[in-house]
C-alpha cells in the first residue's frame, strides 16, 4: 500500500488514522496511514526519515503546522494565504504543501450544518493560526461581513489587514463587539484549553444564528455551552472540520473524495 501520516506532538490520540482507514475501506483505495510523534524540535528531520521510507503523504497538527509552511518546496495559494500547512505531498523529491482546514470547516458548515455563508454576518473568535487558516474559505462563500475578534486587539488588526484585498474585515478585541449581532459565530481560540471563557458581549447572536466552535470532545464544549446560555439557536463542535479537513486531504492525495457522513457518525458515536 501507499504509506501516509500524521505528524504531531502530542499525537496518541489523533483519530485520523481512523479517518483514512474508514476513507481507504469506502474508496477502495490501498494506503496504510499511521500516526507518528514527532520530537518539538525534531519535525523536519521526522519528516525526511518518513520520506526516505516512501511516504507518499502527511498531514500536519500542532504544533508543527507553521514549521511544515516553512518545510514546503511550494504552496497551493490557500496555504499561501493561511501561513500554514496541514497536508504534505512527497513528490519527485519536493515537499508540496497544503492547508485544507478552512475547507473542511466550510464543508461542515454549509455542507453538513445545511448553513450557507452567503449573505451573512460571521464573527470569527481568535486571530491565532486556527483563525488565519480558515479567514480565506470563509469570505470565498460570499458573506455579508466578517469580523475578527481576539483578546489581543492588534493580532486581530493585523489579520484583518492581511485579507484586505479581499474584502474589508472588521477587527478589535471582545469588547469592540458589543451592540452588534452575528449570523455565524466561530470559535478559533485556544481559551478551553486554559478552562477560561471568553468574553463575549451580550446580544452578539442574531435570531437563528449558528454557534460553532473548532473545539471538540465528550460533552458540550464551554464555548458552546456560553453560546447556547447567550442565545445561540444551534450548536455545533469541530468533530465535522475534522474529518472534512480529512476528507479534503484525502482528495489532494488520491483523486478521490470520500464521503464524510459515516466517518463522522462512527467518531460522534466514540464519544458518546
Ligand atoms: P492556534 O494555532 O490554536 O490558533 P495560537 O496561534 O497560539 O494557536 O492562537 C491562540 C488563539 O487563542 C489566539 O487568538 C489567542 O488570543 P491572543 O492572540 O490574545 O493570545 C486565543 N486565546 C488563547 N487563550 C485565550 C484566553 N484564555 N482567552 C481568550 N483568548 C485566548
Redesign the pocket.
Known sequence: PDIYCVFGNPIAHSRSPAIHAAFAASTGEDLLYTARLAPVDGFAAAVAAFVAEGGRGANVT?PF?EEAFRLCDELTPRAARAGAVNTLSFVAGRILGDNTDGAGLVADIAGNLGFALSGRRILL????????GVIEPLLAGAPAALSIA???AD?AEALAAAFSDIAAVDAGNFAKMAGKSFDLVIN????S??G?S?PLPPGIFAPGALAYDMMYGKGETPFLKLAREQGAARCADGLGMLVGQAAEAFAVWRGVRPATGPVLAMLRAALS
Open positions: 500542532v503546522k473568535l481568535g486571530a491565532g493560526g486556527a483563525a488565519r481576539n483578546r489581543s493580532k478559533a481560540t485556544s481559551a484549553l486554559s477560561d471568553l
